[in-house]
């Protein structure tokens, strides 16, 4: 019995035990199978938020393309709204301008009607005319009928008188032109004279280059006094055995070009030298001018002139207008004065004298308010020359009333010697122009004693008075000078001003 107990007891307990264990391993696959359910329901989430997320994406790409596709549309239907819009634009301008040729086609037509309407009245006025004198002539006498008839006659003659006399003038004109350009032709060939043009450098031939390096002198200090002694821009450069002496004012490069040869002829090249040769050769060419005047007038046989004038006659040697030199320019319009005058019948001396004068106030006009003409006018009454003579000067460009033959003569010849082939050219003249423009501009300050045009007018030295300006003050004045060229004048480049600035202390060894 108690056998059967235990073994039943332990079939109970196999029992439990088996129940136990299986209800465990059902757990434990319950639970798996739920991790698996759970796993699962992730994955299908995630692939639903994926999907959703392709979705959103597609929708929002879909959504863009018909936007664009929209956007493109409405840009198309636009620009043909635009097409539509110019076309129709054109054919309203066709249609305004096809609007006022027709205006304009009617006002033409209307005026056309108003001028046939007006011809259609005269005409009838002249047909009432007609009728009305013939009905008058029929109702005339024999005396009446010749009075008419000797009117008519006399009219005709009247008009016929006029077309001879124009004739006769035509002839006369003709004539006339046809002597004027023998009596010109006739004097220009008597008169033959050549042109030269002018220049702007002189060259100074050295006896070796070695003379190049006394002429500069230690630290430059010779051709600087010579520069600043004479005016002028002395070239020290490649040429050999030469140096070249340039400035726009022909009398100062004159004098530098004299100076320079007297300096290297006489070998002693310093400072107080350089001064001393440039003032000699200044009073050499003041010499120089007075003996040219005297021959210009010898020349074209004007004799009896003050010593002023034909001073003044002398300086047109260096004075140009439009590259023309006037010193030959006054002599050759004296010359064809005189020709035209004897060939015209007038007083030759006369002539001669208004041509050698006509531009006298041209070797001063830069020193005085006024025209040439002005000026030489008033020149020449001055000097007490004759009035008709005066006449002559004031009457050359017309600014005066001209009232005499000699006076029109001395117009033609000038125009004729200023017109000939070569006798004139404009760049010079504007050139120098500019450059006197420039010391004009410098000379208007406070204390400047000198100023020089160098370097084709790409530079201009200004020298000043020490007791007035200092070294601050001249700097000054260089900024002012360079302001003021840039305001009132136009020219390439740029322009150099140097303000020079020297002090001098002189005594003497008694």
């Known amino acids: 019995m108690i056998d059967l107990g235990l ?6 307990v196999a029992l439990a035990v ?32 994926k999907e959703s997320k392709d979705i959103v994406l597609s929708s929002k790409d879909e959504a863009l393309r018909r936007k664009e596709e929209g956007e493109r549309e409405l840009e198309r239907r636009r620009s043909g709204l635009r097409r539509e819009e110019e076309r129709l634009q054109g054919w ?84 006339a032109d046809k002597r004027a350009r023998k009596v010109i032709t006739t004097a220009i060939q008597r008169i033959a004279s050549e042109h030269v043009a002018e220049v702007t450098a002189s060259t100074v031939s050295l006896p070796s ?6 002429i500069i002198g230690r630290g430059g200090r010779n051709i600087r006094s010579f520069e600043k002694a004479a005016g002028v821009d002395v070239v020290v450069d490649d040429t050999p055995e030469a140096v070249t002496i340039s400035c726009f004012d022909p009398v100062r490069r004159e004098v530098a070009r004299r100076a320079m040869e007297r300096l290297v002829l006489d070998g002693r090249i310093h400072p107080t030298n350089i001064e001393r040769l440039v003032k000699e050769s200044d009073n050499e060419i003041e010499t120089f001018i007075r003996e040219e005047g005297k021959q210009a007038a010898y020349e074209v046989g004007v004799h009896g002139l003050p010593a002023k004038i034909t001073e003044l006659i ?17 002599i050759e319009t004296a010359k064809l004065a005189g020709m035209i005058a004897e060939e015209l019948g007038a007083n030759g001396d006369l002539a001669r004298a208004g041509g050698l004068l006509h531009d006298i106030g041209k070797a001063v006009d830069f020193e005085n308010e006024g025209t040439h003409v002005q000026i030489g006018a008033e020149i020449c009454r001055r000097h007490g020359l004759r009035e008709e003579v005066v006449h002559c000067v004031a009457a050359h460009h017309n600014e005066v009333k001209q009232n005499s033959l000699e006076a029109i003569i001395v117009e033609a010849a000038d125009a004729i010697s200023g017109a000939r082939p070569g006798a004139r050219r404009e760049g010079l003249e504007f050139y120098l122009k500019r450059v006197r423009t420039m010391e004009d501009i410098a000379h208007s300050f406070e204390g400047v004693e000198e ?53 001098r202390a002189e005594e003497y060894a008694k």
């Open 7 to 12: 073994a039943i007891g332990a079939v109970v």
């Open 18 to 49: 088996g129940v136990g264990l299986g209800f465990l391993i059902r757990a434990h696959v319950v639970k798996a199978g739920l991790k698996e359910l759970e796993e699962e329901a992730k994955g299908q989430l995630e692939r639903a938020k």
């Open 92 to 175: 309203r301008e066709k249609l305004d301008h096809r609007h006022d040729r027709l205006e304009q086609r009617e006002q033409t037509l209307n005026k056309r009607q108003s001028a046939l309407d007006k011809q259609r009245n005269q005409v009838e006025t002249m047909e009432a005319e007609r009728r009305a004198t013939l009905s008058r002539v029929a109702s005339m006498s024999r005396e009446e009928a010749r009075e008419e008839l000797l009117a008519s006659v006399e009219a005709e003659a009247r008009q016929d008188m006029a077309r001879v006399i124009r004739e006769v003038e035509a002839e006369a004109t003709e004539e």
């Open 209 to 214: 280059d070695d003379m190049k390096g006394r």
């Open 314 to 330: 002398g300086r047109l040697k260096f004075r140009t207008s439009y590259g023309q030199n006037q010193y030959a320019h006054a």
């Open 451 to 503: 100023a020089y045009a160098l370097q084709a007018g790409r530079e201009i030295r200004v020298i000043v008075k020490p007791q007035r300006i200092d070294d601050l003050a001249a700097i000054r004045l260089s900024k002012s000078i360079a302001k003021q060229l840039e305001g009132n004048m136009e020219y390439p480049g740029q322009i150099k001003v140097t303000v020079i600035r020297e002090v």
